[in-house]
């Protein structure tokens, strides 16, 4: 840490890390956006959000309360959505008596990321597309010398996940990358897997997991062409989805990976479309499927179960997993609690029944993570979860491989594989420039 005049330890001014970025990173300068907010010595990074819609608000606004970041620039395809995004954060940086959103900084049109990430006034770039598009932004970010927080998965085919891995290690230790898989920042689960890690259930022979879930709402309106019916609905879509695996049901697959420390060697199962089998601007062959049902096999012949579901089930949502062991069992639920279960008897006393390993609140959970995230780039010790994430994404594509194969398929088979999905749209007729607020 940098010394002040006394001699003590000083906190590094918002000039410093942006200096460190730039002279680490890319070679580019980056100007620091102190300008637009005051004096030059203020300390709080700039947010640039690269798809305004429910969870780029939704991450933005943690950001806001969570930490002294402030919100920069937008960019979306759709200018609807940088417009309601800006007022959005227009109003919160008023009620914390911050200024608006330059006009320069909002962009639209599915290029406009090109022009965000080389705002002088952004230091850090979230990450809230469609994943078809997340390993293009996220090397976009970091190439112009910005931090990132790129919201899983990190990729919807082999070739995104790879190229993800390698954009990890070419820019590790010169900015942040984090992916956004808050669950590792949540006590119930850290608890949980700790004690795991500690040899508290033995080892893992078996496990279990399952993510069911209602359908979603379609976005698309009347009027609409196709192509952005289809990119409103991109959720649906296999190719900018990934499908409901790769989308949704990774956060559970991203524990199992997690508590086994490793990615299964192989996969076999299968997927359907057996209630849901049409939606507005979807091609037929790309539409998601509506439930997956697959057997990872780990290191050591230890296998585990996945069972998921996305469609109209009379609110029936429950997603966790359940790891048994040599010497106790765990189980955690997405909604809580996470818990270790013993069956072992020592000296002829049961040790415990259950034990909670600490309350599961993903809310709290996604602030912690921003939090530890800024406190990276402030401290200039930066966090890599390239390859963690790429990983947790490309057992998810090992699953719908298999699925949509149906047959048993290895890792390295995979891997080999190099699968890149083909979108089949023309977004440059989308339009794109500067958004128009008048
Ligand atoms: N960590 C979590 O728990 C969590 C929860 C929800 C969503 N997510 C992830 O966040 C991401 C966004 O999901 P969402 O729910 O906000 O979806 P959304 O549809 O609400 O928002 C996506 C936005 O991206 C825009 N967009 C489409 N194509 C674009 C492009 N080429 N460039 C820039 N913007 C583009 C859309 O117009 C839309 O406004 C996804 O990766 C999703 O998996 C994570």
Redesign the pocket.
């Known amino acids: 840490m940098k010394k002040d005049s006394t001699g003590k330890d000083s906190k590094p001014t918002r000039r410093d890390f942006v200096k460190t970025t730039a002279a680490a990173g890319a070679g580019l300068l980056i100007v620091p956006s102190a300008t637009a907010f005051g004096s030059a010595a203020n300390s709080s990074l700039g947010l640039g959000i690269?798809?305004?819609?429910?969870?780029?608000?939704?991450?933005g606004g943690e950001f806001v309360r969570n930490t002294d970041v402030r919100v920069t620039a937008l960019?979306?395809?759709?200018e609807d959505?940088v417009g309601a995004?800006r007022a959005r954060f227009d109003k919160m940086a008023e009620e914390k008596g911050q200024g608006k959103i330059a006009e320069a900084n909002l962009f639209k049109g599915?290029r406009?990321?090109e022009k965000l990430v080389q705002s002088k006034d952004v230091d850090l770039v979230l990450?809230?597309?469609?994943?078809?598009?997340?390993p293009?932004?996220l090397e976009a970010a970091v190439g112009a010398g910005k931090h990132v927080y790129l919201?899983?998965?990190v990729a919807t085919d082999v070739t995104g996940c790879l190229r993800v891995k390698n954009i990890g290690k070419k820019y590790d230790g010169k900015v942040s990358m984090h992916v956004?898989?808050?669950k590792r920042y949540d006590e119930g689960y850290r608890g949980m897997i700790e004690r795991i890690h500690a040899g508290e259930i033995g080892d893992i022979v078996l496990g279990q997991s399952f993510y069911f879930t209602n359908d979603l709402g379609r976005?698309n309106k009347p009027g609409m062409s196709d192509l952005e019916a289809r990119?409103?609905n991109?959720?649906f879509d296999r190719a900018?989805?990934g499908d409901i695996l790769v989308?949704?049901n990774?956060?559970i697959i991203d524990i199992v990976n997690w508590a086994m420390k490793s990615h299964p060697v192989k996969a076999a199962g299968t997927s359907g479309r057996a209630l849901r089998k049409q939606v507005d601007g979807i091609p037929a062959d790309y539409l998601c499927s509506d439930h997956f049902i697959l057997t990872y096999t780990y290191p050591n012949d230890v296998h585990v179960s996945f069972n998921s579901n996305q469609f109209k089930n009379k609110g029936y949502r429950k997603q966790g997993e359940r790891f048994f062991g040599s010497k106790g069992a765990a189980e955690s639920f997405q909604s809580g609690p996470a818990t270790i279960n013993y069956n072992q008897v020592e000296e002829g006393q049961k040790v415990a029944d259950k034990i909670d390993t600490g309350k599961v609140d993903?809310h709290l959970a996604?602030g912690t993570k921003m939090k530890a995230l800024v406190e990276s780039i402030k401290s200039g010790k930066f966090d890599n979860q390239c390859e963690q994430g790429a990983d947790s994404t490309l057992t998810t594509i090992l699953g719908r491989t298999a699925a949509y194969s149906g047959r048993e398929v290895t890792w390295d088979k995979m891997i080999k594989s190099n699968e890149k999905w083909d979108l089949r749209l023309n977004?440059d007729s989308l339009g794109g420039g500067a958004v128009s607020m008048k």
């Open positions: 690269i798809g305004c819609g429910g969870r780029g608000n939704y991450d960019m979306d395809v759709f959505r995004t599915h406009g990321y990450v809230t597309s469609p994943p078809y598009f997340h293009d932004h919201e899983k998965p956004g898989f808050q976005q990119i409103r991109w959720v900018l989805s989308e949704q990774i956060h993903l996604v977004l």
